[in-house]
């Protein structure tokens, strides 16, 4: 699992890659984190479009980011998702916290 992490204006997009599960959420989590606190943004994009595998800790990175972004007075948005990430996050409720937006099929 990887992840590039893109600054913006007032946005930090972050292009994950691979597989998220527990041990590589919480390497990824940490490098947002540093990001969010570091530059305060508006608004977290989390891009998923090179995501391959994910359990119930990618619901829980979302979540914490969710959480640390709104401490700050910002927003979040997830976009990319394979439609069976984005069945898993509307059914886990994630549209509540932000814009999700399932991968276009070409």
Same mark, same amino acid.
């Given at each position: 699992?990887?992840? !590039? ?32 606190? /570091?530059?305060?943004?508006? !608004? %977290?994009? %989390? ?23 709104? /401490? ?8 990319? %998702?394979?439609?069976?990430?984005? !069945? ?8 509540? %916290?932000?814009?999700? !937006? ?5």
């Amino acid at each position: 699992m990887s992840a !590039k992490i893109e600054f913006r204006q007032d946005e930090i997009k972050v292009y994950l890659e691979g597989e998220i599960d527990h041990h590589s959420a919480s390497i990824i989590r940490m490098s947002i984190d540093d990001a969010i606190l /570091s530059k305060r943004p508006q !608004k %977290l994009v %989390l891009d998923f479009g090179k995501v391959t595998f994910m359990d119930s800790s990618g619901i829980g990175l979302v979540m914490g980011r969710y959480k640390l972004m709104k /401490s700050i007075g910002g927003r979040i948005s997830m976009e990319n %998702l394979s439609a069976s990430a984005y !069945k898993v996050m509307k059914l886990a409720g994630l549209e509540r %916290l932000g814009e999700i !937006k399932q991968r276009e099929v070409i």
